[in-house]
Each structure stands twice: as C-alpha cells, then as structure tokens.
C-alpha cells in the first residue's frame, strides 16, 4: 500500500527545491535525492541530452555505483528508449520485459530488477530522463509512484528552461585513481568495526573532487587508502594502472613519494626551518621536483620565503604546505580539511591557490571536508554515508573559489 501522505510531503518538498532554489545543479541534485529518497529506493539518476553528439550523460548519480564519464547513446536502453520517445517507462520485472535491453547499471554490477524512468521536457523537446531503480524493500513501484516521478521531471523541465542549462559530453577522462569493492575493517577487542563497505569510484587525472560527509561515514578512511597511508582489508586499488591492492611497507612508501602530495588541517611544518626550507626538505625526498623556489612562488609566497612558521599567519603556513605537495610534482594531492582552522577570508586565498594549482599543472585534487560551500568549486562532489558512496554530483558550472560564501 502506498504512503499517500509520504507522497504528498514529497511532492512539496519537491516544488522547494525545484522553484526556490537558486542553482540549478543544486536543485536537479537535490530533486532527485528527495524522489530516491521518497521511493525508498536503491539507485537513481538524472541523464541529460548533448545535442551537438545525441547522447546522454548522467549529471547526478545516487547508488553504489560510479556513472560518471559514462555516456549513451539516445534511443539505446532505457534511458535513451524514453528519451528517444517521451513515454515514461515502468518496469516490474526487468528480467522478462521485453522493452528492457540492460541498464549502465547492470553493467557496473547493480541488477536492475525493477524501475521508472520518466522523460525530462524543456518546454517543447524532451532533455533527458530520471531514472529510479530498485525499491529496498524488494516490492514493486506503483502508478501513484509513476505519477510522483512524472511530476518531478515536468518541475525540473521548467526550471530547465527558467534557469537554463547547457549540456555537453566531454572527452572520456583518463582514469588516474580506481577503486573496486574496497573495504575496511578494524579489529576492536572482539568486534569488527567496519569502516568501508564496499566502495567503487575512478578518479581522474585533472580533476578536482570534494568528498562529503558526516563524521565517521569513512571519507578519511577513504583518502588515507588512496593515500597509501593504510592498507585495504578487501578490494583493489590501482593507481595509473598499477595495483596497490596489497603493497609491502616499502612499496607503500615508494608511493607516497613518487604519486601523492599531502595537504593537512594541521599544516605539520618544521618550526625550526623557513618556509623555503620546508619546501627544499621535501623536495630531496623525490627524483625530479620542481625547484623549490619555483613551488613558493606558486603560492605566492616569494617575499616570504625566508621566514620561519611562527613568522606567518595561519593562511601563509597553509600556503607553504601546499607548496611542499606541490614540489613533488604529484599525480595526486590530498587535502584533508585544510580551511577548516582558517577564517572565511584566508580559506578563499588557500582555496584560490588551489584552483590555480589544477588548472596549471594538470594535477589531481581530493579534498575531505565538512564544509558543503566548497564542494560547489569542485568538478564532482562524492557525498558518503555509513561507509558507502551515497551519492555522485558533477557541477556542470563549477564556481571560482572568489565566488563562494558562507
């Protein structure tokens, strides 16, 4: 039987988040987590039309499995079928209907036993599609469902068309950080706590992802496997192609040297050395650094280059810590809520250095922090819950670090 009164209290909070808020990354965003959410649901997904290339891509993504730099064709599955066609589709058995044809979710290891999908329309012309999978409880979606899911994509039409959004699909990424089934157990007394259940993700090169998330849901634990700072209980890993599923200490710390720069709250720098000598120590720990001269200059740091820690403001040290990544000439830096002990102000500066640091060397940013504002300068944002990934957000128009607030 269905909650008439859960629906209704959906379909409101989805006219909220629909018509009231003012981006509409966060509005489609927060639609789609409020219909999975409504439909006690295991996956879903919002998939836009590219026109110039007549395919879909998935700007929004709910579930255990990672859709991102995937693209379809239109008029190919179901998503492309209702795309294709404007109907909305209702599946109850996906394994005998004959218009099911399999699912990108299917192929990334989430069987699709049941679903709706519903077309996107922006004013004349269907956009795209939401697509809900799989009821937790096992039981089947009903007409009221349908209805409740329809509803929403004419919403998300018109704000489409109010709001307007370009759609394009980009080159496929190379793939620089990916992870499979990982876990993570710890041994507590008898018990085992366990950490990561289960976690599927790429990360790729030239980017910059946030990772979201309540205290204890695992994003740390997440950024310190990537990190080589622990090892997995369960899983693979592979970085530029080479596993490190089960790495030997040595080879551990062959990885951190050579692939990671580390960005730190604390920014652990050596009070007796200046920050140019900060920068130096770690750059005799690698094969090719950038001059560490160059890496302070990087940050903007030149006229204080000579100075010692306790000489700077809280904004500078973290400036020179980012500097000692970034001499390592890293694949990857990992920045650990590294605005969280600085004022509004001074967070914007670190986070300026930051954005130029992507677009300049083509390096690759992940960042755990508690503070949402920042997730909306990110190209993807991974929001966790309970040890898995709870949700995938691409920001079609990341915003500048100077645009942020809070």
């Known amino acids: 039987m269905v909650d008439k009164h859960r629906l209704t209290e959906a379909t409101w909070d989805l006219m909220t988040q629909l018509l009231e808020v003012d981006s509409i990354d966060d509005a489609l965003a927060g639609s789609l987590e409020i219909i999975v959410r409504a439909l006690d649901s295991e996956a879903g997904a919002i998939w836009l039309l ?9 700007i929004f993504h709910i579930g255990p499995v990672d859709l991102t730099n995937i693209s379809i064709e239109n008029g190919i599955g179901i998503e ?39 077309p996107v329309r922006n004013v004349k012309d269907v956009i795209g599609c939401f697509i809900i999978v799989n009821k937790n409880d096992g039981n089947l979606y009903d007409e009221e469902e349908l209805a409740l899911c329809e509803h929403v994509s004419n919403l ?13 699909v980009e080159e496929n990424k190379e793939v620089l950080v990916s992870l499979r089934e990982v876990t993570k157990e ?21 980017e910059f992802v946030v990772i979201l998330g309540e205290s204890g849901c695992g994003k740390s634990t997440l950024m310190n496997l ?7 209980s369960g899983g693979t890993l592979t970085i530029e192609g080479k596993d490190f599923s089960h790495p030997t200490d040595d080879e551990l710390t062959e990885f951190r040297r050579k692939y990671v720069g580390f960005i730190f709250q604390q920014y652990n720098l050596m009070p007796n ?7 130096r120590f770690i750059a005799e720990l690698v094969d090719d650094p950038m001059s560490p001269e160059e890496a302070i200059d990087k940050v903007k740091l030149t006229d204080r280059a000579h100075n010692f820690p306790g000489q700077m403001s809280g904004g500078q040290q973290q400036r020179v810590s980012i500097a000692r990544a970034l001499v390592k000439r890293p694949s990857l830096i990992l920045a650990d809520e590294p605005t969280a002990a600085l004022d509004y102000v001074t967070s914007v500066e670190v ?15 992940l960042m755990v922090t508690h503070n949402a504002e920042i997730a909306k300068m990110a190209d993807r944002i991974i929001k966790m819950r309970n040890g898995k990934i ?16 809070w």
């Open 50 to 58: 590219d026109k110039k290339s007549d395919r879909l891509v998935p």
């Open 80 to 118: 492309g079928v209702v795309t294709k066609t404007g109907e909305s589709i209702m599946v109850t058995d996906a394994s005998t209907d004959k218009r099911f044809d399999g699912s990108v979710f299917d192929d990334n290891k989430l069987i699709t036993k049941t679903m709706i999908c519903v």
């Open 156 to 168: 998300a039409g018109m704000t489409i068309a109010e709001k307007g959004l370009d759609v394009s």
């Open 186 to 206: 710890y041994q507590n007394g008898e018990n085992i706590n366990r950490v990561l259940k289960g976690i599927n993700l790429d990360i790729y090169k030239n």
């Open 226 to 232: 990537v990190g080589g700072m622990d090892f997995l």
């Open 273 to 279: 050395l200046t920050a140019l000598e900060n920068v």
């Open 351 to 365: 986070l300026q250095v930051i954005e130029d640091i992507i677009k300049s060397k083509g390096t690759t940013v």
């Open 390 to 405: 709870a949700s995938i957000k691409k920001n079609i128009k990341p915003l500048h670090a100077s645009e942020l607030v």
